[in-house]
């Protein structure tokens, strides 16, 4: 079939009087020339016109040399066919027959050349098509450079001229008419429908798939196309009929039990309505308002702040401010800082000073006058009095003020309680004293700097110097860790030591990664909402990735280990493993996925080592739970679990099993598998007997023909009632029910060279299966055919779960979960990208920023992540040489230095990750690791015992100057005296050792350094938290301890997973405190955030990371 040819009819005579003569190379041979033949009057109908010009083609004909021309068969002069009219010439070459080429004339080509220049408006060229091409379309022309320039083909009719017909084409590029048809997506019933137009854009059929598979998302892409309602397939685009419906697959099986374009979702218009009316309560919805005055951006007055930047000689500054920033508060302060001028915090400086957190807060304070406060660290400014003296008395003898009589005035003007005073050694001046309160611990400033604090003692009443140390009959005693240890409590309490409970609490904000290296079956999507839902720890996270928020189930006192979902899309079911505390024991909790209510407790007691797998019958819409323990002999037991009742229980194999759950199509037939097997088991038990049912094998399912794998890794289930397993082996195993309800192998697929770990099965009929990092899409109606294969990144872990992320998956688009923590989305079409990210393997050290809502986490897999706490994302990732197993910053520099399991520290940029130096300091394992406060020094503690101290130039250069050698095992803690001179150190058999650094020496008497303040509070055991210590339970043991940096609060984590939230001091006996279980496992590190807000915790079998709000109690 050929393209008709395309002429232009116009009514100008002028233009139309052309004759066709003679080229240059038709004189050179000798050629008669043509007749001339001129258009005196203008064409009035296409078939008058058509007759004129292949008159003068017929005429060029007739003078050719014979032998060169060869006419076609049914040419015949004189008769009406087009094919005589259109002057075809066929030309042969000397060997091979080629194609025929026709003859076009200079005219010919110069209309061609005039239709390619119009401007898309109504044209007057008709286009010539035949009956046949009338409900397709003409087909494109050759897709070459000079395509304009060649002659348009057209059918040979069998009636001439009567078999053509023409119209009047709008000619707008990229713009052409055709065929509007609409698809489906193969077995969604909710999918709306794309309608596309088959035009000449499309050139052939394989365009038309590429295109759908970009325009309709699918497991595998577009392969197939099926008419609706017969399911015929389409091979060509020829096949499409206007205004029918169609369906795509990736599949060669058409799902015809679909009721196609029935959605219940509309579209959503939001186009101005143009015909219809609209009501006068809407009117003003379509028009434009004008700003009134008090509306209107412009003439807004600025806010002057006046604010003293304390970080530069307490020079007042004007800040002007607009009322009406798009800038956050802290935004703005970073705004008005500069780099030797930085202001992170605002005060008021009027007494109490009170912080400035808002703008609200800002506008307020500046109705009532007054100047604020600008510093570079985020606490109170220690109080500076002015350098004035006071007017000495008509009765003095001398003008000067005594030193007593100073102080006198000095509380009376700040109205404190004597015991709640606290006196530096020495007064800098006479004129200048610091006088903080006992509450007012604020972090220490760098060296240097005027608003340093000193080491702070309590001070007598009657303002004496403080008496030497007391010797050791005031000592304290008290058994930890089933050994007498003896303590000094400072000269004078502190009375906010009080053993109270603390005013605040701690809430869960966000939680870090995902459990995907020891579980599989931890990922599900909840319909009713579409979050993604799996558990970390003790919590169910329900994450919302649209809106980037998370809900969070915590109604486990142990970590979980097993999900599902009931049949009815709502309710969920969880496993946990079993505690150390008989009242932590494993159970089930049935829950409500929407308003996190818990409905049913089932099974405390019942669960011997915790529960591995849970499974909801579907034939009987969820009336029947199995659960599978993690007993020796792996007890498979039936509930009823709306009575809580066991109707059945038996035992299942003694080696490993991580799977049990229920046939879909048949309640009475349960899976198991693990390792070297899959059992099938029948179940008997009649509700209407008031007796136990039993469960029993099938011996004659399960029996592999071939190799038997060494564990069986996952399971899928087909629509046919097959069953389908994945292996060690990278086998695909199908599994088919005969009559006699058997469970046989009937097809062996070698489909991944790793074991096979994952298996989805989606609505289509598309097999999913993971290994390692590869995806691979199988097509269950072509006998498992493989079709498709992706490949993960290999730093995200292997593949352990692919979860569909919309109802049935036909759109193709997939959750992946790793087993390094991490979960991607994504297709098979489009790259994976991460959605959920963790540490990995091993997390050993975690830092918060000191400036910065941020923390740095490192582990045994060599990763160093920072991560943001406002965004809770990764901001950037490095790997180093050594895997890392503690972490430090330096506050001034903002430097971070890692110890390593092989002796060696690592110190990075902490601004973007970028590697600074590395330093060999021997062979040992860093167990911990400090700066001093001066920021001059750096201490390490090691596996052997070794303490070493480095010193740090300002160029980054560190060279070791001290050893200190006094603990005979591994230093787990380390903690710097705020003057940066001492040492106190803890190792693993909690023996504490106090150091003079300057003079490397040990101090032998604690009693002497009883009174010292100690820049940071790492040391698990110490006087000031002994009462922590006396509530946990028999056995029980501190791993790690924060400290707040406003000295107020303090936290602990033990070896049970528990986190116990006290106020410091906390050395009263049983003091109270709040407490929360995230962990089943050791709790690895906690710390607070640089403004004490929130809390990050790390811990349990998975190290996972959690943040916390530091909330107040009331608001709980």
């Known amino acids: 079939m050929v393209q008709p040819r395309i002429h232009r009819i116009t009514n100008n005579p002028n233009r139309l009087k052309k004759s066709f003569r003679s080229s240059d190379s038709d004189k050179a041979s000798n050629v008669t020339p043509t007749t001339d033949i001129t258009f005196e009057q203008s064409t009035v109908t296409v078939e008058s016109w058509l007759q004129n010009s292949v008159r003068a083609e017929t005429a060029n004909l007739a003078v050719q040399p014979k032998g060169r021309t060869k006419y076609p068969k049914n040419y015949r002069p004189g008769s009406n066919n087009i094919a005589n009219r259109a002057g075809y010439q066929y030309r042969y070459l000397s060997k091979a027959k080629k194609n025929p080429k026709p003859i076009v004339s200079t005219m010919t080509r110069k209309m061609g050349k005039r239709r390619s220049m119009l401007n898309g408006s109504q044209s007057e060229i008709p286009v010539l098509y035949s009956d046949e091409d009338y409900d397709v379309f003409p087909l494109p022309r050759p897709l070459t450079d000079t395509a304009r320039d060649r002659a348009i083909y057209t059918v040979y009719g069998s009636e001439g001229i009567r078999d053509l017909r023409y119209r009047a084409e709008h000619v707008k590029f990229g713009r052409t008419k055709g065929q509007l048809v609409k698809f489906y997506r193969n077995g969604d019933q909710h999918f709306k429908g794309a309608e596309l137009v088959i035009n000449r854009d499309i050139r052939n059929f394989e365009t038309l798939l590429s295109l759908l598979t970009d325009k309709i998302p699918t497991p595998s892409g577009v392969r197939y196309i099926f008419e609706l309602p017969e399911g015929r397939k389409i091979t060509s685009l020829r096949e499409f009929r206007p205004g029918r419906a169609y369906v795509v697959s990736g599949l060669k099986h058409l799902n015809k039990g679909v009721s196609y374009g029935e959605s219940l979702e509309k579209y959503w218009s939001n186009q101005r309505p143009s015909a219809s009316r609209v009501r006068k309560n809407e009117l003003e919805l379509f028009q434009r308002k004008d700003l009134s005055p008090k509306e209107s951006t412009s003439g807004v007055t600025p806010l002057i702040v006046p604010i003293i930047n304390y970080s530069h000689d307490k020079k007042l500054e004007r800040i002007l401010l607009n009322p009406h920033t798009t800038q956050t508060f802290e935004e703005w302060l970073y705004d008005i800082s500069t780099g030797d001028r930085p202001i992170r915090c605002l005060f008021t400086d009027s007494q109490p000073h009170t912080r400035i957190q808002s703008f609200s807060q800002l506008f307020k304070e500046l109705k009532n006058g007054g100047n604020f406060i600008g510093t570079a660290e985020d606490y109170l400014p220690v109080q500076q009095y002015p350098n004035k003296r006071e007017a000495p008395s008509s009765n003095s003898s001398s003008d000067s003020i005594s030193e007593k009589s100073r102080k006198k005035k000095l509380l009376k003007h700040n109205d404190f309680e004597l015991s709640q005073i606290h006196e530096l050694n020495s007064f800098e001046s006479s004129d200048s004293v610091s006088l903080p309160s006992s509450r007012q611990f604020e972090p220490e400033e760098d060296p240097g700097n005027q608003y340093q604090n000193k080491a702070p003692l309590v001070m007598p009443n009657e303002f004496k110097k403080a008496p030497p140390p007391q010797p050791p009959n005031n000592s304290v005693q008290i058994d930890i860790a089933g ?78 280990t097993c999900m599902t979902l009931h049949p009815n899309e709502y309710l969920v079911a969880t496993g946990q493993m079993q505690g150390k505390a008989a009242e932590n024991g494993a159970h089930i909790r049935i829950w409500h996925g929407i308003s996190l209510s818990t409905y049913s407790v089932i099974g405390i007691g019942a669960f011997l080592g915790g529960v591995i797998s849970i499974g909801f019958s579907m034939q009987s819409s969820g009336n029947f739970m199995c ?136 609505e289509d009929g598309t097999l999913l299966s993971g290994s390692g990092f590869e995806i691979k899409a199988w097509d269950s109606s072509s006998n498992y055919i493989e079709i498709k294969t992706r490949v993960i990144p290999d730093v995200a872990g292997d593949i352990q779960k692919i979860v569909p992320q919309n109802y049935g998956g036909t759109d193709g688009k997939l959750f992946i979960g790793t087993s390094k923590g991490c979960i991607l989305e994504g297709s098979l079409q489009y790259k994976f990208k991460y959605l959920v990210q963790s540490q990995g393997e091993g997390l050993t050290g975690l830092v918060s920023h000191p400036q910065e809502p941020t923390f740095v986490t490192c582990g045994l897999d060599q990763l160093v992540i920072k991560w943001s706490q406002s965004k809770h994302d990764v901001i950037w990732k490095v790997q180093v040489e050594k895997p890392c197993t503690c972490i430090t910053i330096e506050k001034r520099t903002q430097m971070l230095v890692l110890g390593t399991t092989e002796g060696r520290f690592i110190v990075l940029n902490s601004y973007n990750g970028m590697h600074v130096a590395s330093v060999q300091s021997g062979t040992q394992q860093i167990e911990c690791i400090e700066f001093s406060p001066d920021g001059i020094h750096l201490a390490l503690g090691c596996n052997d015992g070794l303490i070493s101290v480095y010193s740090v130039s300002e160029d980054t250069q560190f060279r070791k100057v001290k050893s200190l050698r006094g603990h005979s095992c591994a230093v787990q803690n380390l903690d710097w005296s705020s003057d940066s001179l001492y040492l106190q150190s803890v190792d693993e058999d909690l023996n504490v050792c106090f150091w003079d650094v300057g003079n490397a020496q040990q101090i032998k008497q604690a009693y002497v350094l009883r009174d010292m303040d100690w820049h940071t509070h790492n040391n698990t055991i110490a006087y000031n938290i002994l009462g922590t210590w006396t509530v946990l339970e028999n056995g029980g043991q501190v791993n790690t301890v924060s400290r707040s940096n406003f000295r107020d609060l303090v936290l602990t984590g033990d070896d049970l997973g528990r986190i116990r939230l006290f106020k410091y001091p906390a050395s009263r006996l049983k003091a109270e405190h709040v407490s929360v279980k995230p962990y089943s496992g050791d709790m690895v590190a906690l710390t607070f955030s640089f403004d004490d807000t929130t809390v990050i915790s790390c811990g349990g079998i998975d190290t996972s990371l959690i943040q916390w709000n530091v909330m107040d109690a009331s608001s709980g």
Request: glycine letters at 6%; proline letters at 4%.
């Open 627 to 762: 659960a599978l323990d993690n007993s020796n002999k792996h007890i498979l037991s039936v509930w009823e679990w709306q009575t809580e009742r066991i109707i059945a229980r038996t035992t299942t194999s003694m080696e490993p099993v991580i799977y049990g759950n229920f046939f879909p199509e048949d309640d009475t037939i349960l899976i198991t598998f693990g390792g070297q097997h899959i059992y099938f088991w029948k179940l008997f038990y009649d509700p209407a007997k008031n007796k136990d049912g039993r469960i029993l094998r099938d011996r004659n399912s399960g029996i592999f023909q071939d190799e038997v794998a060494k564990f069986v890794c996952c399971i899928a289930f087909t629509s046919t009632a097959d069953v389908i397993t994945g292996d060690t082996n990278g086998n695909l195993l199908l599994w088919a029910r005969d009559e006699s309800d058997a469970f046989t192998c009937k097809l062996r697929r070698s489909a991944h060279k790793a074991p096979v770990t994952a298996l989805c099965m989606l």
């Open 483 to 560: 050994r007498l240890r003896e303590f000094y409590p400072p000269t004078d309490r502190d009375p906010y030591d009080d053993g109270r409970r603390p005013d605040k609490m701690l809430k869960i904000d966000w939680v870090y990664g995902y459990r995907g290296k020891d579980t599989r079956y931890n990922l599900v999507v909840l319909p009713k909402t579409g979050e993604m839902m799996y558990f970390v720890a003790s919590v169910v996270v329900l994450y919302d990735k649209d809106q980037g928020v998370q809900r969070h189930y915590t109604g486990h006192n142990e970590e979980i």
